[in-house]
């Protein structure tokens, strides 16, 4: 792993992002992904995969493998099942935590979860969740599983850290990471109506993206839904909003390269 030295903001509109559409899919792609390749964008710090994803009732990704990759989920609006090889089942929902550790091998599908519910009006709507990729430490760690309800936490407000490697997080994480350099927190703010406002913690690496609502950065202006800003040797900034928003930190103290 190597760090870099030089300041920088980088703002990524969410227009702008590759997608991938299918009757069943809306992706849109904050990196290469799959056959929408650019050289000058395959990942930041160590997140490579920054998805979101919209599915169809009654729809899914079906069961393929995944290799050492560290892979967390979380869910906007609906519900996802997860099922996986070694016996791992779940259904992921919002405010619930979810983190996949490929390592050797690991075989998975995720559906709308209303495939398997009774199909009424209620449960007949698409699932809107975010998926990211990070690397791990090491190559070859035993494939796991963990998900976490985090909903109280994230009502009290600030920025919560949902997963993470980092030590100084230990005490504070809810689900624990292979990336000893990484953590995701996730803020909801302004749910209650009034302005809310939370620091960026400082770090080689950080990836901002908003999930949903608008959301005002100090230094960069007004980000919306599915904007996202990338910023190296930075942080600190205040992100204020006004109305209910929802964002998702990547902290990074290393990124792909020679160790």
Do not use: C
Not at 102 to 125: C, F, P, V, Y
Not at 190 to 203: K, V
Not at 234 to 240: A, C, E, H, I, K
């Amino acid at each position: 792993m190597s760090t870099l030295t030089t300041p920088h903001i980088d703002v990524h509109r969410g227009g702008d992002r590759m997608k991938t559409r299918v009757s069943w899919l809306d992706s849109k792609h904050s990196f290469s992904f799959g056959e929408h390749y650019d050289p000058d964008n395959t990942h930041h710090g160590l997140l490579l995969v920054n998805n979101e994803d919209i599915v169809s009732p009654g729809q899914g990704f079906e069961t393929h493998p995944h290799r050492d990759m560290e892979i967390v989920t979380w869910v906007l609006g609906g519900s996802l099942v997860h099922q996986d090889s070694l016996g791992h089942s779940g259904v992921i929902y919002p405010g619930l935590a979810q983190r996949m550790s490929a390592g050797t091998g690991i075989l998975h599908s995720e559906k709308n979860d209303s495939w398997r519910l009774d199909h009424s009006t209620e449960h007949d709507q698409p699932v809107h969740f975010v998926q990211m990729w990070v690397v791990p430490d090491e190559p070859s760690l035993e494939p796991g599983y963990q998900q976490l309800e985090i909903d109280d936490e994230l009502a009290r407000g600030g920025l919560v850290t949902v997963a993470s490697g980092l030590p100084r997080y230990r005490d504070r994480t809810a689900i624990a990471i292979g990336s000893s350099h990484s953590a995701l927190h996730v803020a909801r703010l302004a749910d209650s109506g009034e302005t809310e406002a939370i620091d960026l913690p400082d770090a080689p690496y950080l990836h901002l993206f908003v999930a949903r609502g608008e959301v005002e950065m100090e230094g960069v202006g007004p980000l919306y839904a599915g904007d996202a800003v990338r910023l190296t040797r930075s942080g600190g900034q205040l992100v204020t909003a006004h109305g209910p928003a929802e964002i998702l930190v990547w902290e990074m103290h290393a990124r792909l390269g020679s160790k």
